[in-house]
């Protein structure tokens, strides 16, 4: 199956009907010579954005959208609409008309133009203005990512904190709270206090509500035509908010159809090795929506001009997007303050560039397809377990994708199902039970400083192969002995040991004393290079388990080089034991892998996330005996890749330029 283009363009109202008939005229035209598949018309969005529509405003938007929906329907496409509000992104000097109850934040701090979840008129303008346009029939409904407590600017965090969520609180709570007393007590110190999951039930509690009722009134003044969308944000904050994805997913179905529009590429130009955290964020929320809810990445540019994004990088994270296996791609690619799509046609261009990539990536990589690699394991419920040091709200968010980072860039492959190797790092080690994290340390197990002073208090430091005596803090003036160099002391390569690694720029080590058993792999040294403490350990618990632990408390900030890399590919094949399968990638920095299965073949694609170019190597433990390899350069045609086999694995012949993939497939 081809790839499918889902554009997004916004049509301002205008006086004149000629005017928007030719503006539909002109986009149905540049569609269909780019091969896009469905029009987002994009409502009263950003610069045209006035506050929330009603009387003839509306009257406007609805007249023109209904116009320019029979012209695009004409012309072959299907059509969904992008509504921009839904509670408000930000107050931009917006203000609100409508009286509607606005959102506060933690520290009181009330919005202009933002309203809150729990606002009758709020609520009943929001099913109105959905239900009257969901009367012209659209594929979907979009709601935007500010559906969502955080990230409200210019409150701090973000709303959530009015009276009537206070007053839904105190319900449960069995008393009166006041705002200030919530805050302390959801981000206290120690052990969460029993509020802070409380409000988050509160706040899950609002959306559902919002959600049924205007999946109710979509699927009737559609007449059944219609599904709902919801894009989303970062994981790891939505997690704060308690939200519960599938439950989220089941009120907004209709008829059992729900649409899901991830983010997870930045909106402007970004260093390549930035498709790290893309992939990784493509493959969390893939794990957390319902396999029945159709996924629509978001590809997009902003501020929306020409200039915010190169082509390359557009063709870049729309071959990542669909290599996750994606129903379609949600682009924005038109500067769509400037009108007419005619006077831009290289936005055409790069579509058409684009799709025989995109083409046969579709055609082998599909929804059906299981990812394959280092297990990073994640509760949605996360949040509601972390426990803060200096008790802000920011503290609440953990997550995989530190690990993501740390391990993608060293050329090993991570994915979000369970797998004999996990990682776990930072805070997220206190959002598992203790049976689930005695299951992790029956296998193979790797840690940062963080996680493994989380396991230690909680009583699993025999497990371990080593003691935590201590997290050092590089700020704190209590630390007679700064830490500085990373050694390595052990490695099955002989020639690179007592080669100096950094940890100069960490925030904090754990100071760590490995059991007489464990393999140290590190040291970590002064800066006048006395012994500081243990760096890396490997240990064979006696569950028969493998645990790898790192005194680096941020390892995705460290700096890299070749040398750690071979040292995090030795902790892998530690962790993997006598067995190991995992393909690992080197050859160049941050060569990004893909690794799946399906239907019986195994494909691992290789991005170079460097602006050099690279000879991408891959370490294979068992080589196959047959091997297939095409490489996709940005904006061209896939060609044949030429490489050679060899005792130690697979090695490209040519360079692979930047941001591009080497496909094998076996």
């Given at each position: 199956?081809?790839?499918?283009?889902?554009?997004?363009?916004?049509?301002?109202?205008?006086?004149?009907?000629?005017?928007?008939?030719?503006?539909?005229?002109?986009?149905?035209?540049?569609?269909q010579e780019a091969g896009v598949d469905e029009v987002v018309?994009?409502?009263?969005?950003?610069?045209?954005?006035?506050?929330?529509?009603?009387?003839?405003?509306?009257?406007?938007?609805?007249?023109?959208?209904?116009?320019?929906?029979?012209?695009?329907?004409?012309?072959?496409?299907?059509?969904?609409?992008?509504?921009?509000?839904?509670?408000?992104?930000?107050?931009?000097?917006?203000?609100?008309?409508h009286g509607f109850l606005p959102m506060v934040s933690p520290t009181g701090r009330t919005a202009s133009a933002q309203a809150s979840f729990t606002c009758p008129g709020w609520r009943e303008w929001l099913y109105a203005h959905y239900g009257r346009f969901a009367g012209l029939g659209f594929r979907v409904l979009w709601l935007e990512d500010d559906f969502r407590f955080h990230n409200h600017a210019p409150l701090d965090w973000g709303g959530g904190f009015e009276t009537p969520v206070l007053d839904r609180l105190a319900d449960l709570v069995?008393?009166?709270?006041?705002?200030?007393?919530?805050?302390?007590?959801?981000?206290?110190?120690?052990?969460?206090?029993?509020?802070?999951?409380?409000?988050?039930?509160?706040?899950?509690?609002?959306?559902?509500?919002?959600?049924?009722?205007?999946?109710e009134v979509v699927e009737e003044r559609s007449s059944g035509r219609s599904r709902l969308g919801l894009m989303s944000s970062l994981p790891d904050v939505h997690s704060v908010e308690g939200r519960d994805w599938p439950s989220l997913f089941q009120a907004l179905a209709v008829q059992g159809r729900a649409t899901h529009r991830p983010h997870f590429a930045p909106y402007s130009d970004s260093a390549p090795r930035s498709l790290s955290g893309q992939m990784w964020l493509l493959e969390s929320q893939r794990s957390l929506r319902p396999v029945w809810v159709e996924s629509e990445p978001e590809i997009e540019n902003w501020p929306h001009t020409t200039w915010s994004k190169s082509d390359v990088q557009t063709w870049s994270e729309m071959t990542t997007a669909q290599l996750s296996g994606a129903d379609a791609l949600f682009l924005n690619v038109h500067p769509m303050q400037a009108g007419r799509p005619d006077r831009f046609p290289g936005t055409a261009q790069l579509l058409r560039r684009s799709r025989p990539a995109l083409d046969w990536i579709a055609g082998r990589h599909t929804k059906e397809a299981r990812t394959l690699g280092v297990g990073l394991p994640y509760r949605q419920d996360a949040a509601a377990h972390v426990r803060t040091r200096t008790g802000t709200l920011d503290e609440l968010r953990t997550g995989p994708r530190g690990a993501a980072d740390f391990l993608l860039r060293y050329g090993v492959p991570v994915t979000a199902s369970k797998a004999p190797v996990q990682a776990v790092f930072g805070a997220l080690a206190w959002a598992f039970d203790d049976d689930e994290i005695r299951e992790m340390?029956?296998?193979?197990?790797?840690?940062?400083?963080?996680?493994a002073d989380v396991l230690t208090r909680r009583g699993f430091g025999d497990l371990l192969g080593v003691q935590v005596a201590e997290v050092v803090d590089r700020e704190d003036a209590q630390a007679a002995d700064p830490f500085s160099f990373e050694q390595i002391t052990h490695?099955?390569?002989?020639?690179?040991?007592?080669t100096l690694l950094s940890v100069n720029t960490q925030p904090a080590l754990a100071r760590l004393r490995p059991h007489p058993e464990a393999v140290v792999w590190t040291h970590i040294l002064t800066p006048?290079?006395?012994?500081?403490?243990?760096?890396?350990?490997?240990?064979?618990?006696?569950?028969?388990?493998?645990?790898?632990?790192?005194?680096?408390?941020?390892?995705?900030?460290?700096?890299?080089d070749d040398f750690g890399q071979r040292v995090v590919h030795a902790v892998i094949r530690f962790l993997e034991g006598p067995t190991p399968t995992l393909p690992l990638v080197s050859g160049g920095p941050h060569l990004i892998p893909h690794l799946s299965q399906q239907d019986g073949v195994t494909r691992l694609?290789?991005?170079n996330g460097s602006f050099d170019p690279a000879l991408p190597h891959v370490d294979v433990p068992t080589p196959p005996d047959a091997v297939s390899s095409i490489r996709l350069d940005p904006l061209k045609t896939p060609e044949p890749a030429s490489v050679l086999h060899g005792e130690k694995g697979i090695t490209a012949e040519t360079e692979l330029p930047h941001r591009a993939w080497l496909m094998l497939a076996w």
């Open positions: 199956m081809p790839a499918r283009y889902h554009l997004r363009f916004q049509l301002p109202p205008r006086k004149d009907p000629a005017e928007a008939v030719a503006h539909a005229t002109a986009l149905a035209r540049s569609c018309l994009l409502l009263a969005a950003e610069e045209v954005f006035d506050g929330y529509l009603a009387g003839e405003a509306e009257d406007r938007w609805y007249e023109t959208t209904a116009t320019v929906s029979d012209i695009l329907r004409d012309a072959g496409l299907d059509v969904s609409l992008n509504p921009w509000v839904t509670t408000g992104h930000a107050d931009r000097g917006r203000k609100d008309a069995g008393r009166p709270v006041t705002r200030d007393e919530v805050v302390r007590a959801i981000t206290e110190p120690g052990p969460p206090h029993p509020w802070r999951a409380l409000l988050q039930q509160v706040w899950r509690t609002v959306q559902t509500e919002i959600a049924e009722r205007l999946s340390l029956t296998g193979g197990l790797l840690l940062d400083g963080v996680a490695h099955p390569d002989p020639d690179i040991v007592g006048g290079e006395d012994a500081w403490g243990a760096g890396s350990c490997g240990y064979v618990n006696e569950l028969g388990g493998r645990v790898a632990v790192l005194a680096a408390t941020d390892p995705a900030d460290l700096p890299r694609a290789m991005a």
